[in-house]
């Protein structure tokens, strides 16, 4: 089963609009990791929160980390067109090396 | 752009050929992965290799094997390719994590191969 899990599937906004997508999983951690995916291309990383952290920005991006419910929030301010992507979160264990990956939430953002 | 490439990008194949996926990293980094993408799924893990002929599973091994000769070549072979291996295979890459040096495990991923199993 999927370490992350990531709600909403599907977000639909309007440009200008704030997008957040919120991520569970289900054992400890080392980090929480959030990635992009433009439609047929690889992903690339966006963020990375450690356990020990409860809150990072980068530019428009915030991630929060509540460990103590095993979630993390994406939040996207002032959308832009360009935003169109599908993101996902991605959860390195504590117990070994392995990251795993959420199905990821497909965010379209309208202009 | 990370330098991981991947090879072939496009390929199909009939049930029952092998088939090798290559990927290339010009980064000297240390860990390199195989993941499959299927919709509803994500990213599943196939195989990750953490040094030159080091490799383990992951969690979606069965039918997968790798191998790793040289830090910059990670290959992926499907012994005898089946429908379900249908997929978009993503190659990735990070440096070792070190918690006292602060560098942790993002991965760089290449830009993936869309395999087609008829």
């Known amino acids: 089963s999927q370490q992350g899990e990531e709600d909403p599937q599907a977000l639909s906004i309007q440009e200008g609009e704030n997008a957040t997508m919120n991520c569970s999983y289900k054992t400890s951690i080392n980090n929480l990791q959030w990635y992009r995916q433009n439609s047929g291309r690889g992903l690339v990383h966006l963020i990375l929160i450690r356990s020990n952290e409860r809150e990072k920005h980068s530019g428009r991006l915030r991630v929060t980390l509540d460990t103590s419910k095993k979630s993390s929030s994406l939040l996207i301010t002032a959308s832009r067109a360009a935003d169109t992507a599908s993101y996902f979160c991605a959860a390195q264990s504590r117990e070994g090396f392995k990251t795993i990956f959420g199905a990821g939430t497909r965010l379209f953002v309208k202009a | 752009d990370a330098g991981i490439t991947q090879s072939p990008r496009h390929k199909v194949t009939e049930t029952g050929t092998p088939v090798t996926l290559r990927c290339h990293q010009t980064e000297n980094h240390r860990y390199m992965y195989w993941y499959r993408q299927d919709p509803g799924h994500g990213l599943r893990l196939i195989h990750y290799s953490y040094g030159v002929k080091d490799t383990d599973k992951g969690e979606v091994s069965d039918g997968y094997s790798v191998s790793r000769s040289k830090t910059e070549d990670f290959l992926l072979t499907l012994e005898s390719a089946t429908s379900s291996q249908t997929s978009v295979y993503f190659c990735?890459?990070?440096?070792?994590?070190?918690?006292?040096?602060?560098?942790?495990?993002?991965?760089?991923f290449g830009p993936g191969t869309r395999l087609t199993v008829l």
């Open positions: 990735a890459i990070s440096k070792s994590p070190d918690r006292e040096a602060g560098v942790t495990n993002e991965q760089f």
